[in-house]
């Protein structure tokens, strides 16, 4: 804004260009430090923008030079200007901006970031159909219904992106129920233990990016992702359970970061040709795991396995039951696989494997592999 302006006393037919400027950015931090200041020019400018659409508008302010009445009179504004894209940064010691509710139901907005000192106070469902991305980045909430509230009120939101305070109390159960969202990521700083967490409902995700550190309680997922390609997830070992782990079981790239889980039963679908990945981080994230199911539904050769470099704690002091439904002997991935966990599971009791038609030959084969005959039950059903 300030080149466009200081360009146009060059020529006649620049005067007018700043008016017509798409992207504009505002920041309390390049203005004078009179109070009251900063929110005349940008009005100034809103009230003299000719383009017919506002393409985007970042305002960076601090409520103690322009106030929060000030601060939506310019959002107000803006949105007066059809803006697609609203970005608003708000610095403040103590109080927070809350977001006006008359400005949840505009029409045209695609894109809405909000950032720190912003409250989202809303006891009814809102209307923001456009909307296909929000940034909810260290907001504070009045409560629970007001993130229910803010994300059914999205039916077409695409992309969400959450970044909390753990010592954030204000909500318990931050529940994410968006059947439309296709990409989620969620951040959790450092902080106190706190009796709250998250509920996921997005049967629609392809892309999870999940980092929770200390201070939650637990974290749901309702629906299994069917349709999840890429997840990356680093976490506490006292939320993760079966019930996350359960919800990957589409995914084809797949990033963990999770310290030994307490796992003692795990039950893993194979649909996807990559699933063998999934298998060897969980192997070597749970060291106590005593039941292991795997599930054929693939029925056709995935990608070759590679074997963890170590063997897992589960495997040599832990394992005991172990159970392969739809197991295709014929396949050598999944014989690799099996004679793996047979020839390293010590404590194994019973292993029994679910197969059309096996040889004979291989039946001896995975006999053979067995550590203690004598101590396990091995069944080919």
Partial sequence: MKDAI???????????????????????????????????????????????????????????RCNPEDTGILIGVAFGLHVLKLVLEVQSIGQDFIFPRSLYTFKTLEILKLKCKVLIDLPSQLCLKSLRTLHLHYVDYKDDESVV???????????????????????????????????????????????????????????????????????????????????????????????????????TRLSLKISPLALVSLELHENKETWWNLLTSMLDISPKLQVLKLINQLGKASVKWNQPKNVPECLLFHLEIFMWKGYTWQRADEKEVARYILGNANRLKRATFYSKRISHEDEEDLKNVVRDTSSCQLLFK
């Avoid at 505002?26 to 383009?51: I, M, P, Q, W």
């Avoid at 629609?204 to 999840?228: H, Q, R, W």
């Fill in 6 to 64: 200081a360009t146009s006393v060059l020529s006649k037919q620049w005067q007018s260009l700043w008016k017509k400027m798409h992207e504009l950015k505002f920041d309390y931090r390049d203005h004078n430090l009179t109070r009251g200041t900063f929110s005349k020019d940008v009005c100034t400018c809103l009230l003299s923008h000719k383009a017919p659409v506002l393409q985007s508008l970042h305002l960076n302010v601090h409520l103690d």
């Fill in 149 to 251: 509230n803010l994300l059914s009120g999205c039916p077409n939101l695409r992309t969400l992106s959450v970044h909390r305070h753990a010592i954030s109390y204000t909500v318990n159960t931050f529940t994410i129920a968006v059947p439309s969202l296709q990409k989620l990521s969620i951040y959790n700083s450092h902080g106190g233990d706190q009796n709250w967490g998250y509920v996921i409902n997005a049967p629609s995700l392809k892309y999870l990016k999940i980092k929770l550190f200390s201070g939650l309680g637990f974290f749901l997922i309702e629906n299994v992702m069917t349709d999840l390609e890429e997840a990356t997830i680093v976490i506490v070992p006292k939320i993760i359970d079966e019930n996350i782990l359960g919800s990957l079981t589409s995914v």
